[in-house]
T-cell receptor, first 110, second 114 residues
Framework: NAGVTQTPKFRILKIGQSMTLQCAQD?????MYWYRQDPGMGLKLIYY???????DKGEVPNGYNVSRSTTEDFPLRLELAAPSQTSVYFC?????????FGQGTRLTVV | AQTVTQSQPEMSVQEAETVTLSCTYD???????LFWYKQPPSRQMILVIR??????QNATENRFSVNFQKAAKSFSLKISDSQLGDAAMYFC???????????FGKGTRLHILP
């Protein structure tokens, strides 16, 4: 099992560009999450999903969109990137108690 | 809404000594889950320990143990015999069984002094 795989690991975007952060898990987990971690801060929940076809907003959803068409994949879409979206993004999945995390995507918007 | 508070942004401990990291949370629920995650410089999030709120017994994993005080809504992490490899950011987290959100505190950066 690869666990939770995030791509890309690093990306630089220009203001106003769009991109999709990919997240895939091969553990057949129902629950998936997207977080952002700003420097020196904790993780803020952006969106989460309790199963294919179901998504819900977290603490900081503005500027982002998600979809969950399959159990394995949970992509995060940034439309019209802004400098405030410069952060490290983590995807996580869960089947029972604790969440398992990907290695993160460092995104810089310039 | 649930919140998680870690009041110690940074802590230092001498190698081989014991250190306790604090975490408090706010919730109106009676059943929930609490976690401590470790984030070393590699950025990987690693589960250290978990506690189910319905269990009165404090969880233990080798050198890591918790002091879970449900009435006080407190969930501290004790690291015994600190090792250089314990240096990391430590995050306290709360999961509600009602809406499945996992909420994190701001973290405590732990330094291990040789």
């Amino acid at each position: 099992n690869a666990g939770v795989t995030q791509t890309p690991k690093f990306r630089i975007l220009k203001i106003g560009q769009s991109m999709t952060l990919q997240c895939a898990q091969d553990m057949n987990h129902n629950y998936m999450y997207w977080y952002r971690q700003d420097p020196g801060m904790g993780l803020k929940l952006i969106y989460y999903s309790v199963g294919a076809g179901i998504t819900d907003k977290g603490e900081v959803p503005n500027g982002y969109n998600v979809s969950r068409s399959t159990t394995e994949d949970f992509p995060l879409r940034l439309e019209l990137a802004a400098p405030s979206q410069t952060s490290v993004y983590f995807c996580a999945s869960r089947i029972r108690t604790e969440a398992f995390f990907g290695q993160g995507t460092r995104l810089t918007v310039v | 809404a649930q919140t998680v508070t870690q009041s110690q942004p940074e802590m230092s401990v001498q190698e081989a000594e014991t250190v306790t990291l604090s975490c408090t949370y706010d919730t109106s629920e009676s059943d929930y889950y609490l976690f401590w995650y470790k984030q070393p410089p590699s950025r990987q999030m690693i589960l250290v320990i978990r506690q189910e709120a319905y269990k009165q017994q404090n969880a233990t994993e080798n050198r890591f143990s918790v002091n879970f005080q449900k009435a006080a809504k407190s969930f501290s992490l004790k690291i015994s015999d600190s090792q250089l490899g314990d240096a990391a950011m430590y995050f306290c987290a709360y999961r509600s069984p009602r809406d499945d959100k996992i909420i994190f505190g701001k973290g405590t950066r732990l330094h291990i002094l040789p």
